[in-house]
């Protein structure tokens, strides 16, 4: 086969020449004033442990993989700037690849800061975003994908995101993907074959090669499936509370998020603003907002309210319509309808206990009946969101794969590009014709794990990353 150079494997050398002698810092914990028991100072590089000599004071032996108890020292003065505990991980055995060392400080920012500074001081630079995982992947320690997931992992909301995460660390997309380069690989070695050595070898098996690409393409495709599932796990889903004043939108908040978010009185129009509440069912995260009821108002203060309650609507992926029972459908929950019935929305029927249900007209739609002030309905309520997420293809319950947007987008390309090889061929056109989307295929599946990639597509993904990962 012709020589597949890749952009990637070009550009992990040039940087990674660029970042050899360099040694980097960063702080690789969150620092929270008066909290926190630990800070962990992080440096990764060639001088990563001349400089830790230079500061840290122990009887212990200098080995790899071995916790140091001792004392971070400033060079200049011998000023004891705390009491610590040092972690060596020499090379390759370490996150980077490279020399890495860990200052385990007390918590809280003096302590972290000072033994920062120090660090830089004694010549090391302050870590970019995602730097130590981008030295990790030019060192051949992960793939795109694997570091991908450890930014998704650090960021999961929910368990099943968190092990969605994991098992992009642990290479579940990138088996996947790296199966399906390497068959197209295949192919078009294959056609390149007949291509150069037309009158040497038997003719092209098309059949063979339309059922290969088939294969392929039902690969990507339930790969790509998993975007809608990505996206939620990461995302979560949006909730908004709509409804007149007093049906119960905010002692519906707080029943589900079992605690007082929203002020509860008997008066009409109490909340002013949106209120948020974080919550996670059936493994989805979700962002509850609680809206100012909507009525005709002549406050400012509360039209504002109102103002912001319609457009909460408007962006939420899921609308809770809150009707009270004992007062029933009115103009306005039929004005309020005929703007949500488009979107995605449950109707729910508040109130209960009271024991008074009015008529309702005939719903499109999910109804649920609850007792917020009582509690009850809760969990009918929570069923019926997790079926309208369903109903919606945004199901969350497979967390072996779940692709991101950036890899969608890849992929999708990829895909794209196979279906083009597959008209080429049925145009019967020259084999030449097949290599072009073969090559462009090929090169966006390894876009996904890295084999492909230019600067530009590294800066953007770990400028996502925080510093000190």
Known sequence: MRALKTEGERLVKSKTTIVQGETIAAIATAIVPQQGSVGIVRLSGATAVAIAQQLFQTTGQWESHRILYGYVIHPDNQQTVDEALLLLMQSPRSYTREDVVEFHCHGGIMAVQQVLQLCIAQGARLAEPGEFTLRAFLNGRLDLTQAEGIADLVGAQSPQAAQAALAGIRGRLTDVIRHCRSRCLDVLAEVEARIDFADDLPPLDETDVGQQLASILAEIGQVLATAHQGELLRAGLKVAIIGQPNVGKSSLLNAWSRCDRAIVTALPGTTRDVVESQLVVGGIPIQVLDTAGIRDAADQVEQLGIKRSQTAAQDADLVLLTVDSTVGWTQTEAALYTEIQHKPHIVVINK???????????????????????????????????????????????????????????????????????????AALPLDFWTIDLRDAIRALGEVTGEEM????????????????
């Open 352 to 426: 209960m206990d009271l024991g008074t249900v009015a008529k309702l007209p005939a719903i499109h739609g999910p109804i649920v009946h609850t007792a917020a002030a009582q509690g009850e309905g809760i969990d009918t309520l929570e069923n019926a969101i997790l079926s309208a997420v369903q109903a919606g293809h945004l199901q969350a319950a497979n967390t072996d794969l779940a692709i991101n947007q950036r890899q969608a987008a890849t992929l999708t390309r990829a895909h794209r590009s196979l279906k083009q090889v597959q008209a080429t061929i049925e």
């Open 454 to 469: 230019t600067e530009s597509m590294l800066d953007e993904i770990f400028s996502r990353f925080c510093i000190g990962k």
